[in-house]
């Protein structure tokens, strides 16, 4: 094997490297969702925690100068509470309600 032979080999490996970089890209450009770019979007995601095996969460979103206080799990989504934009849902954490099947019994709606 000679010396020109393996300049070929890593210009063409170069060239396949380039194309696929090129091509992620273009692919990440031209995509709606994928620009990280600084554009503004109208629901945000304040905060996510995980309450369990099973995937349920409690979420905080954002939207239209509102925080909405959203509990998923995999089968659906439920509101939980909603308050102004500057509200941290402090007064949901202080005022004692206890959760069904916590460490303060069940829970009484």
């Known amino acids: 094997m000679t010396l020109a032979y393996f300049v070929n080999v890593f210009l063409m490996l170069a060239l396949v490297a380039g194309m696929a970089v090129g091509t992620l ?62 509200s941290e849902f402090q007064q949901y954490i202080d005022d004692g309600v206890p959760l069904a099947g916590g460490p303060r019994g069940a829970a009484r709606r």
């Open 25 to 86: 890209w273009l692919v990440r450009r031209f995509q709606p969702g994928l620009a990280t770019g600084a554009r503004e979007r109208s629901v945000k995601v304040v905060d996510a925690v995980t309450m369990g095996a099973l995937g349920a969460r409690l979420v905080v979103v954002e939207f239209e100068g509102r925080r909405l206080l959203v509990g998923v799990t995999r089968t659906g989504m439920n509101l939980i509470a909603e308050a102004g934009a500057d």
